[in-house]
C-alpha cells in the first residue's frame, strides 16, 4: 500500500516538505506538520482507533476538534504516557507513539466485545439491580465491571515535565480566534486596551481554516494572516494559540490552558520551558466567541468508524488534505452539510447521494441536483451497517412529522457518512459565568440568554451562523468591550463578508426506526455508550428530571462532557416526559471545558515548594548536626538530636536529663512575639487575658491566660512589660498569627478608641532558652554584662544587655521548671548566639534538646500545652487554673463566656495527672479513660475522658501521664482505666505536679 | 475567586483576604445577657440567600477589617465600607 | 570571646548566588539586599505626631494607600491607613529610631524589624512576567510605577512589593522565615528568562 493512501496531492495547510514518523498500536506511519494525529489515522487509512467505553463497539475519528466522542487513545509512555487524549486536538510531532484504549488483546481483536453482544442485559444502570447475590460478591463484580469498562491508565511515575502558572490582567479577554473572535481582537486592540485572545488551536481562524470564504473582497484566510499581523504589532495585545479558556468563575476571573510544548517532540522542547502554562487571569471584559459544535443524528448503528460529522469531513479535506473516505453519503437536517458536499466533490470522493431530512425545496439541495448529485428530500438514514468499518446505510422516507417512517426502505454503499444534526453554540463558557440560557426553537439549540457577568457572547456562540453576522457581532463585541473598559475607539464598520441565505432547519432528536424498535442501538452519548433507549428507561423509572437522567444513564458525564450528546439527550428526555426542551433544561455546565492536567493545576507548587517550610537563623545548625525534624504550624522544629546509635526514646532521656542535671539548649525563635505600645497598653491587657496587668512593674514578666469570648481557652504565653507603655506578648509558636490577626480584630472593630499600637516582632528575634542548673555558669562563659545572679534576674523579670556582644534580652523564664534563660538577640545574631553559647556551654555538659525534650520536662511540672492538652472546649477552670482568672476586673473576653450554664455545671472533664500502676508502662495519648472494673462490652461503654499528654519521665524513672477527667479533680486517688486496642491499663488520679511541685528549682 | 475591593487598596484577589463571618453583630452587655443571649451573639447567624452583610479582613495586605455587602446567590458585591461607617441603606 | 564581633547573617547569607550584583544585560537578575535598617512606624497620620515625624524623616509620609515616599537612603511604604514601613540604610536604624520616637513623644509607636525580614531585588526586562507566575498584583505599567508599593501574596509567601525605578526593578521584603523559600522559588521562576535579553 502506498503510504499516506488517503492523502490529497495538493492543499491543505500542511507542511508537504516535511515528513514526521508516528507509531500506533505498535505501527509505524507518516505524516506532516499541520496533522493532528486522527488526520495523520485518516490519511493512512487507518478507520479503527478505539472501542467504546461500555459495549466496546469499534469506534473512529468522528469530529475534528474537542468535541470528539469517539477517537480516544492512550498518548505517549512511562512517565509522560496520557490516558484519554482525543486524536482530533493531538498536534502531531516526530516520535509520537500512541494506542488505542480500552481492548484487549488489541482493538481489532478485542474480548470486551462480549459486552455488546450482552447489550440487553446491560442497559443503563444495570449494575444497580444486578450481580447481587451473594451480597458479598459485590465486591468482586464491581472490580470486573470496573476492569471490563473503562478509559486509559495513569501513569505511575512522577510527572518530569514542568507546569508553570501566570497571573495576567486584561481589559478584554476574548475566547475563540475565529473570525467573530478575530473581529472582536481587532476592534479592541486597536483602541489600546490590554487584550487578550486565545484559541484552543494552534492556528487562528477557527471555521475559517476550512472553509470557502471571503472576507471584504479577499480570501478568509489572507484576512486572518493580515489580521493577525495587525494584532502581533500591536503591543498591548496578547495571542495565546493553542491555549484553551477552560473556566470562567466569579467577578470575571478565567483560566486559560495554554499548551507550550505539547506539540513538540519531549525530547526537542527546551528544558526550562513549561509543558503548560495555566493562565489565570482577571479581565475588565469578556467577549465569548467560541463557536459552535455540530450534532450528530441518532439512527440505528449511528457509532460505526466511517459515520463523521459533516463540519469535520471538510476540515479533514481543506485543513489537513485528507480524502476521509472512497464513497460518501450525506445526512443532514440544515443547509451547512453541503459545503461538505462540495468539499467532497473537490476532493474525488464519490457522492452516492445527499439524505436531507427536509421535504420542501431549499437552494442548496436544487443547487446539488444541478451539479447531478442525487438529492433524496424527506429521507433520513435509518441504520448503518458494516462491522469495524462503515459499509452501507439503510434509507427510507419520513413523514410528515418525521416521527416515523413512511415507505419501503433501500441501502446505499458508502464508506464515510457525513451527518449534520445541526449546530451548539458552545455555551458552556457563558453558562459557567452564572448567565441564563435561552431556547431557540427556530434553531433547535440554547443560545445565551441574560448574561451575570461583563461579558459578551458574538457569532456562532451566539447562534449567528452567518459569516457576516460573527464579523459584525465579534467587532460590536470587541468596540463596546474596549469603551466599557474605559478604551475610546472611534466608530467603524466591521469586516464584511457577503450575505448568504439559509434555509430552516428541521429538527430531528431521534430518527424514527421500522416498528420505533431497536432504540439499544441509536447512540446518543457516544462515549459512554448511552442510547435512547437508556433515556426512555430513566424516564420510565422515574428519573424524569434532567440531572436525574444524566447521573442514572451517565449522558453528558464522560471525558467530552456531552458535548455533541447532550442536546439529543434532553430533546429525547422531552420527548419521554412530554415536556418541551426548555424545560426539561439542561444539567450544571463545570469547568474545566476540556480536560486540565493536574500537573497544570500543580504549577511550581511541587516537591520542595509544595508546603514552604518556616526556618530559624539557627536551622543550618540543627540541620548540620542530624536533628530529626517535626512540624509545628508551618515550622520546621528539631524535635530530637540523636547520638550516633541513638533512637527517639534514648536522644529524647538523654536531653531531659541534660536540663536537670546540667544545662540544655533549646532554640525557641519560633514563638510568637507581638510589641505593643500605647497609653491603653494595660486596658488592652485587661481585656484579652483573663488576669490584671495593671501592677506588672517595668522589667518585670507575668503569665497569661487568653480566651475566646465562650469561655474556652485560645492561647498562652508570657508577656513582659519592657517600658511605661511597652509591652511584649509571647503567643505559642502554632498561634502567632492567630493571637496578632485576634487583637486586630477587636482594636479594629469593637476597641476603635484604644490608644495602642500593635506590631509582630516574631521574627525579628531569635530566641535561645537555656535551661538547666548550670545555667548561669554557661552565660558567664560565653560573655555578659547582664547581673544574671538570683537578685539581679529574679524569676520572671526581664534584663536587657548583651551576651557575647551581641545586645540581647534576657528572659528569667521557665517552661522546663529549672533555672532558666531565654535570650532573645536580632535574629541576624541568632547563629552566632547559638555556636557561642554552645561552645560556651561545652564544659558544662552541654546539649541541644528538641521539643519532644521541651514537651517531656514541661508535663513533669504539669504546665499545660495550649492545643495539646486544650483543644477548644477547656476552660481555665477545667484546667485547675482558676487562680489567673481574676473575676474582679468588669470584663474580659470570656468572662461571660465562663458563667454559661454548661460551664459551670458539675462533672465537666478536669485536667488531672495519671500515674499508671506499671510505672514501666506509657498510655498512648488519646486514649479513652473508663471506670476501673468497667465491662468493655456494653454499647456504649461509658468514658470519662481521654489521655491529653503522656510521657516516659526520665526524672522520675517512671511513666506520666496528663487527662481530661470527669470531675478529675474530685477524683483525687480514685483508679481508672486507660482503653488500648488490645488491654486496658489501670492507673490512679492525682497532682499533673509530678516533680519538684514547691518549684523550688525555678527560682534558683 | 471573589474580586474584592479593599477600601484602602483597591480590588485585589480574594486570597488576599480572610472572611470574617456576618457583621454588625453586636456584643450584648455582659453582665445583663442571658445566656440564649449570649449563644446567639457566639453562634447564631441569619444566613441569607441573597444580600448579606459581613466582615472580610485584607489579611495578605494592609490587614484592615471591613465591611462587604455581597449577595450570596451571585456573589455580586453591592458595597464596601469601612468599621467605622454605617449600614448602606437601598441595597 | 567578648572581644570578638559577633557575626550577622542575612536569612540567604548561606546561598552564594544571593549576593551577586544585579547585571543589566540580563532580562532578569537577583540579589538579596541583606540587613537594611527597617522600622515598623504606627501613629495617627492626621495628627501632630506625623509632622514631627516628617521633620525627623526630612520628607513626609505617603498621603495615600501604596505609596512610597523618600530621599536620600530612606524610603517610607505605606502598609495600612496608620502604619508605614521606613527603610534606611544598614546600621542606620537605631539612630533613626531614637529620632523618631522623640518626634511621636509616645503619640505612637516606632519598632525595630529589621531583622524579621529581608529584602530580594528583582530587576529586568521580564522582571514583571516573572513575578506574575506568583503574585497577582497587576503590575502593568499603566497601573503601578516606580514609586509604588503593595502587600501581597508570592508564590505561598506573603510580601511587601515596592518598584524602586523604571527597569523595571523591584525590592520583595518577605520574611526572613521564608526567605530562603521564596528566594529558590524566584531563582527557579525566573530560569525560562535568565538567559533571554
Sequence with gaps: ?1004 | MLLIPCPWCGPREEGEFAPGGEGHIRRPEPQAASDQDWAEYLYYRTNPKGLHFERWVHAAGCRRWFNVARDTVTHEIRAVYKMSENRPEGL | MADAVPVARSPLAHLPEAAREMRDDLAVSLRERPLLGLLNLRLDAASEAAQRVKAALGFGLPGEPNRATGEGGRSALWLGPDEYLVVTEPGGEAALARSLAEALQDRGAVTDVSDGRTAIEIAGSRARDVLATGCSLDLHPRVFRAGQCAQSGLAKARIILHQIDDRPGYRVFVERSHAEYLWLWLMDAAAEYRAAT
Design chain 1, 1 to 1004: 500500500m502506498p503510504p499516506q493512501p488517503f492523502r490529497l496531492p495538493q492543499g491543505g495547510r500542511i507542511d508537504r516538505s516535511r515528513s514526521l514518523a508516528f507509531t500506533f498500536n505498535g505501527r509505524r506511519y507518516d505524516g506532516h506538520p499541520g496533522d493532528t494525529l486522527a488526520s495523520a489515522l485518516l490519511a493512512n487509512g487507518v478507520a479503527l482507533v478505539a472501542r467504546s467505553f461500555k459495549y466496546h463497539r469499534p469506534r473512529g475519528v468522528m469530529s475534528a476538534g474537542a468535541e470528539e466522542a469517539c477517537a480516544f487513545v492512550q498518548l505517549g509512555e512511562g512517565a509522560r504516557s496520557d490516558p484519554n487524549c482525543r486524536a482530533t486536538q493531538i498536534e502531531l510531532f516526530d516520535g509520537l507513539t500512541a494506542a488505542s484504549l480500552n481492548c484487549w488483546p488489541n482493538v481489532q481483536l478485542d474480548f470486551g466485545v462480549v459486552s455488546d453482544r450482552l447489550h440487553r442485559l446491560l442497559p443503563a444502570g444495570f449494575y444497580y439491580k444486578t450481580f447481587m447475590w451473594p451480597r458479598r460478591g459485590w465486591l468482586t463484580y464491581e472490580k470486573l465491571i470496573r476492569r471490563a469498562a473503562g478509559l486509559g491508565r495513569a501513569p505511575s511515575e512522577p510527572d518530569p515535565d514542568r507546569y508553570e502558572k501566570r497571573f495576567a490582567h486584561a481589559d478584554l479577554l476574548i475566547a475563540g480566534g475565529g473570525p467573530a473572535g478575530l473581529a472582536a481582537a481587532l476592534a479592541a486592540g486597536r483602541t489600546g486596551a490590554r487584550v487578550i485572545l486565545a484559541d484552543e488551536n494552534g492556528e487562528f481562524g477557527g471555521q475559517l481554516l476550512w472553509r470557502d470564504a471571503e472576507i471584504d473582497g479577499e480570501p478568509a484566510l489572507r484576512w486572518v494572516e493580515r489580521s493577525l499581523a495587525e494584532l502581533s504589532s500591536l503591543p498591548e495585545v496578547r495571542l495565546l494559540p493553542r491555549s484553551t479558556v477552560a473556566g470562567y468563575y466569579d467577578h470575571n476571573f478565567l483560566t486559560v490552558l495554554e499548551r507550550v510544548t505539547d506539540h513538540l517532540s519531549p525530547f526537542a522542547a527546551p528544558t526550562a520551558t513549561p509543558r503548560q502554562r495555566l493562565w489565570k487571569v482577571r479581565a475588565r471584559q469578556v467577549v465569548l466567541a467560541t463557536g459552535a459544535i455540530e450534532r450528530p443524528l441518532v439512527f440505528i448503528n449511528n457509532d460505526l468508524p466511517g459515520i463523521m460529522l459533516a463540519g469535520a469531513a471538510q476540515a479533514y479535506i481543506r485543513r489537513h488534505a485528507v480524502r476521509p473516505g472512497g464513497r460518501a453519503v450525506i445526512f443532514t437536517n440544515n443547509d451547512s452539510a453541503y459545503e461538505t458536499v462540495a468539499a467532497l466533490s473537490e476532493a474525488g470522493v464519490a457522492i452516492t447521494a445527499v439524505i436531507d431530512a427536509r421535504a420542501g425545496d431549499t437552494a442548496a439541495a436544487e443547487a446539488c441536483l444541478r451539479r447531478g448529485i442525487e438529492v433524496l428530500r424527506g429521507h433520513a438514514v435509518i441504520d448503518a451497517s458494516g462491522g469495524h468499518a462503515l459499509r452501507e446505510v439503510t434509507v427510507a422516507p419520513l413523514d410528515g412529522s418525521a416521527t416515523a417512517l413512511a415507505g419501503a426502505a433501500s441501502t446505499l454503499r458508502c464508506d464515510l457518512l457525513c451527518v449534520s444534526g445541526g449546530w451548539s453554540p458552545t455555551v458552556h463558557l457563558f453558562s459557567q459565568s452564572g448567565g441564563k440560557l435561552a431556547f431557540d426553537a427556530a434553531s433547535g439549540c440554547f443560545i445565551p440568554g441574560e448574561s451575570r457577568q461583563a461579558e459578551r457572547s458574538a457569532g456562532a456562540a451566539r447562534g449567528s451562523f452567518d459569516l457576516a453576522a460573527c464579523l459584525a457581532e465579534g467587532h460590536a463585541a470587541g468596540l463596546a468591550a474596549a469603551r466599557a473598559a474605559g478604551f475610546a475607539g472611534p466608530d467603524s464598520p466591521p469586516p464584511q463578508a457577503p450575505a448568504q441565505a439559509m434555509s430552516p432547519i428541521r429538527p430531528l432528536w431521534e430518527v424514527p426506526s421500522p416498528h420505533q424498535g431497536r432504540r439499544d442501538r441509536k447512540f446518543v452519548d457516544l462515549q459512554n455508550d448511552v442510547t435512547a433507549a437508556d433515556i426512555a428507561l430513566a424516564a420510565r423509572e422515574g428519573y424524569r428530571s434532567v440531572e436525574h437522567t444524566k447521573r442514572y444513564t451517565t449522558a453528558g458525564m464522560g471525558v467530552d462532557q456531552g458535548k455533541t450528546g447532550n442536546l439529543n439527550t434532553l430533546a429525547i428526555l422531552a420527548g419521554e416526559t412530554q415536556g418541551a426542551i426548555p424545560a426539561v433544561g439542561t444539567t450544571t455546565f463545570r469547568p474545566p471545558y476540556t480536560p486540565v492536567t493536574i500537573g497544570a493545576l500543580a504549577g511550581r507548587g511541587v516537591g520542595d515548594f509544595y508546603d514552604p517550610v518556616r526556618k530559624t537563623p539557627m536551622s543550618p545548625w540543627h540541620e548540620a548536626r542530624g536533628a530529626v525534624f517535626e512540624p509545628v504550624g508551618k515550622w520546621r522544629r528539631p524535635l530530637y538530636y540523636p547520638g550516633p546509635g541513638e533512637g527517639m526514646e534514648a536522644a529524647v532521656r538523654r536531653e531531659c536529663l541534660a536540663v536537670r542535671n546540667a544545662v540544655g539548649l533549646c532554640d525557641a525563635s519560633t514563638l510568637g512575639k507581638i510589641d505593643i505600645k500605647g497609653r491603653d497598653a494595660v486596658t488592652l491587657l485587661d481585656r484579652v487575658y483573663t488576669n490584671s496587668w495593671g501592677s506588672l512593674a517595668i522589667g518585670r514578666c507575668r503569665y497569661g491566660l487568653m480566651l475566646k469570648d465562650d469561655g474556652m481557652v485560645f492561647d498562652d504565653g508570657v508577656t513582659t512589660r519592657l517600658g511605661e507603655r511597652h509591652y511584649l506578648m509571647t503567643t505559642t509558636s502554632g498561634h502567632a498569627e492567630a493571637v496578632f490577626g485576634w487583637l486586630e480584630e477587636w482594636l479594629q472593630c469593637e476597641w476603635l478608641g484604644l490608644d495602642v499600637y500593635l506590631t509582630s516582632v516574631t521574627t525579628h528575634w531569635a530566641t535561645a532558652m537555656l535551661a538547666g542548673p548550670r545555667a548561669r555558669e554557661v552565660l558567664a562563659a560565653a560573655g555578659t554584662d547582664i547581673d544574671t545572679s538570683r537578685a539581679g534576674s529574679p524569676y520572671m523579670t526581664v534584663r536587657e544587655g548583651h551576651v557575647a556582644g551581641i545586645p540581647a534580652r534576657l528572659f528569667r523564664v521557665s517552661f522546663t521548671g529549672e533555672l532558666s534563660f531565654e535570650i532573645n538577640v536580632p535574629a541576624r545574631y541568632g547563629l552566632a548566639l547559638w555556636e557561642t553559647l554552645m561552645a560556651a556551654g561545652a564544659a558544662f555538659g552541654i546539649e541541644p534538646i528538641g521539643t519532644e525534650a521541651l514537651h517531656v520536662l514541661r508535663a513533669e511540672k504539669g504546665y499545660i500545652v495550649v492545643g495539646h492538652d486544650t483543644d477548644g472546649t477547656v476552660t481555665p477552670y477545667d484546667l485547675g487554673m482558676g487562680w489567673i482568672v481574676d473575676q474582679k476586673k468588669p470584663d474580659f473576653i470570656g468572662k461571660r463566656g465562663l458563667r454559661r450554664s454548661d460551664l459551670v455545671r458539675t462533672g465537666r472533664r478536669q485536667l488531672v495527672g495519671l500515674l499508671t500502676d506499671d510505672p514501666a508502662q506509657i498510655i498512648p495519648e488519646g486514649s479513652q479513660i473508663v471506670r476501673s472494673g468497667a465491662s468493655l462490652a456494653a454499647t456504649p461503654v461509658p468514658m470519662l475522658g481521654h489521655v491529653t499528654s503522656s510521657y516516659w519521665s526520665p526524672a522520675l524513672q517512671r511513666s506520666i501521664a496528663m487527662a481530661l477527667i470527669e470531675g478529675g479533680q474530685d477524683r483525687q486517688g480514685e483508679a481508672v482505666e486507660a482503653v488500648l486496642p488490645d488491654r486496658t491499663l489501670r492507673a490512679v488520679i492525682g497532682t499533673s505536679r509530678f516533680y519538684d511541685p514547691e518549684g523550688v528549682r525555678l527560682h534558683g
